[in-house]
């Protein structure tokens, strides 16, 4: 990384010696992971769906998976933008949702049983990377409530009201004009 940084630079230019800490926390680098997996899997979804029923015995789904695709983009769009938390929490709703679909496919008669206990896991697995992300980022970007801020001292007058009427009244042409700054003429 150092060396690229330094390969576009001009003679003159200082050098990259090392650089600094990631202004990224930990639950903000696992927000941007979860994103991009919440994309790459609504892509999949939306594309091969057939794929998908057919490996967990759900032939007959395929709408309801491309719908789950492109809701997975969405929440995948919202992990990686601003509003992450927004994000997070749509993908572990969406993770219950996607348990609640594949939980009938569990059923004794389904010859796909073994990947449908397979998909289960997983999915329970990525719903707890979800959660722990979605209540890291929250608690990391949220300001409690007892951190409301108290501006009732400031006048937002950088010397103080008082000095403002001063100076107000030293203007030229103000009723008491005295020997002040824009007095003078």
Do not use: C
């Amino acid at each position: 990384m150092t060396y690229l940084s330094n390969i576009v630079r001009s003679p003159g230019d200082p050098k990259i010696i090392r650089s600094g800490p990631s202004s990224l926390g930990t639950a903000d680098r696992l927000a941007r992971a979860l994103g991009w997996f919440s994309i790459g899997l609504g892509l999949m979804e939306l594309i091969a769906p057939h794929r998908i029923t057919r490996t967990l015995g759900m032939e007959g789904q395929e709408s309801l998976i491309r719908a789950y695709g492109a809701r997975e983009i969405g929440s995948g769009i919202l992990s990686l933008s601003i509003d992450k938390q927004v994000g997070l929490w749509s993908r572990v709703a969406g993770d219950g949702l996607d348990v609640a679909t594949v939980m009938p496919a569990m059923r004794d008669d389904n010859p796909k049983r073994d990947n449908v206990g397979l998909a289960l896991a997983m999915l329970l697995g990525v719903m707890a990377l979800d959660v722990i992300a979605a209540q890291s980022v929250t608690s990391r970007h949220s300001r409690g409530s007892r951190q409301w801020r108290d501006y009732s001292d400031r006048s937002g007058f950088p010397r103080g009201i008082e000095s403002a009427r001063s100076q107000a009244h030293r203007r030229p042409g103000s009723r008491h004009e005295g020997p002040g700054i824009a007095a003078v003429h």
